[in-house]
């Protein structure tokens, strides 16, 4: 059973990292969520979950306004030639909807099933970012570098990747 936004939350307590929840209507897109600016300070992201010909899922997780081609992403990261991902992939490994798509859905996957890449500017570039916790009707404010260590505390190894050499 995939971890709930709740069970998410409480994890992050437990662990005493520091973040902020704000609850809104859901957002399924970029441009959506960017009517929320205002309440919610720090970086946005937008989180690409792709499929390598071979190898592991790839969660790529990029500043909002980032635009770079999936493939060259996918070249740069060694992984060659990717395709977005299907919905059933998405709710197997990261155990979230379309429209969810978040960092925090590596908690459901198993370690070295997917990699999860940073856009290394926006984990050095803001002292705060934005993810859904496992739904798009919530946002946690968080240090990028609390997110990183989060992640390795549930077995990832998150990867950071210069996108401007893309």
Do not use: W
């Amino acid at each position: 059973m995939p971890e709930s936004p709740e069970g998410l939350l409480a994890r992050l307590s437990a662990a005493g990292i520091a973040h902020r929840v704000t609850r809104h209507p859901a957002v399924f897109t970029v441009a959506e969520s960017q009517s929320l600016r205002g309440t919610l300070e720090g970086g946005h992201t937008k989180n690409l979950f792709l499929k390598p010909k071979s190898g592991p899922y790839l969660l790529i997780v990029l500043e909002e306004e980032r635009q770079v081609s999936v493939n060259a992403l996918g070249r740069a990261v060694g992984a060659g030639r990717v395709s977005f991902a299907d919905a059933a992939a998405l709710m197997e490994h990261l155990g979230v909807e379309p429209g969810s798509v978040t960092p925090f859905g590596m908690v459901n996957a198993a370690p070295g099933a997917v990699r999860v890449v940073f856009d290394k500017h926006l984990v050095e570039g803001v002292p705060l970012i934005n993810v859904h916790p496992l739904t798009n009707t919530a946002t946690v404010t968080i240090a990028p570098q609390d997110l990183l260590g989060f992640l390795r505390s549930c077995g990832h190894a998150p990867e950071l990747l210069d996108v401007d050499s893309v």
